[in-house]
């Protein structure tokens, strides 16, 4: 079992950046793919972004492919995504996401993950 917090939220600008931070309980941070998805007001929740346990393999949405990055740190147990140029349609609760990397998923499929942080608020004013 993994436990996650979010952190690294905020206001910023349009055309701003953002680092939100995963932070993730246990020693077993390696076995787990690792996902950030996002729910605006009104909407359902978004795939954002996913990377593979080993960091090999990502993978993101359309809308923000060139802007966001996702990485992980295994020796801190903390997976990242750097936003830039951030856009207002971009505000959004974060989210982390987790799931066992022995067991085959859709990285954007919210449903297969199995852990989730509490999330972070973004909020890109125009």
């Known amino acids: 079992q993994v436990q996650l917090v979010e952190s690294g939220g905020g206001l910023v600008q349009a055309g701003g950046s953002l680092r939100l931070s995963c932070a993730a309980s246990?020693?077993?941070?390696?076995?787990?793919?690792l996902g950030w998805f996002r729910q605006g007001p009104g909407k359902e929740r978004e795939f954002v972004a996913a990377?593979?346990?080993?960091?090999?393999?990502?993978y993101n949405t359309n809308s923000v492919e060139g802007r966001f990055t996702i990485s992980r740190d295994n020796t801190k147990n903390t997976v990242f995504l750097q936003m830039n140029s951030l856009k207002p349609e971009d505000t959004a609760v974060y989210y982390c996401?987790?799931?066992?990397?022995?067991?085959?998923?859709?990285?954007?499929?919210?449903?297969?993950?199995?852990?989730w942080g509490q999330g972070t608020q973004v909020t890109v004013s125009s």
């Open positions: 246990g020693r077993t941070f390696s076995s787990y793919n």
């Open positions: 990377i593979t346990w080993s960091g090999a393999i990502t």
């Open positions: 996401a987790a799931r066992n990397r022995a067991v085959r998923y859709t990285p954007g499929n919210a449903y297969d993950y199995d852990y």
